[in-house]
Nanobody
């Protein structure tokens, strides 16, 4: 059974940083491209970043603020987020690039002063 467990979210002030983790089980992050998604309040879930794929790795709104990486040994994907803004507030999820696996609980990111 494929499972993604997200962690690392929290409350941060504007301009701050967070590092999110996505621990995968039942699937190899080497064999599949893994992506981060987010759901902002009142909005649909949207793509943020991907690793292990040929396609463009970041959504346009990232603007060089986020970095996606992975630790193959730990089967974990990370999202380093810098220069966070209030409009980044939302729940962050990971899944395969196609988003067709079961979704985890996500991790809440709140950017507020």
């Amino acid at each position: 059974q494929v499972q993604f467990v997200e962690s690392g979210g929290g409350l941060v002030q504007p301009g701050g940083s967070l590092r999110l983790s996505c621990e995968a089980s039942g699937i190899s992050i080497i064999a599949f491209a893994i992506a981060w998604y987010r759901q902002l309040p009142g909005k649909q879930r949207e793509f943020v970043a991907r690793v292990g794929a040929v396609a463009k790795p970041y959504a346009d709104f990232v603007k060089d603020r986020f970095t996606i990486s992975r630790d193959n040994d730990k089967n974990t994907v990370f999202l380093e987020m810098n220069s966070l803004a209030p409009e980044d507030t939302g729940v962050y999820y990971c899944n395969t690039e196609t988003g067709r696996r079961s979704w985890g609980q996500g991790t809440q990111v709140t950017v507020s002063s």
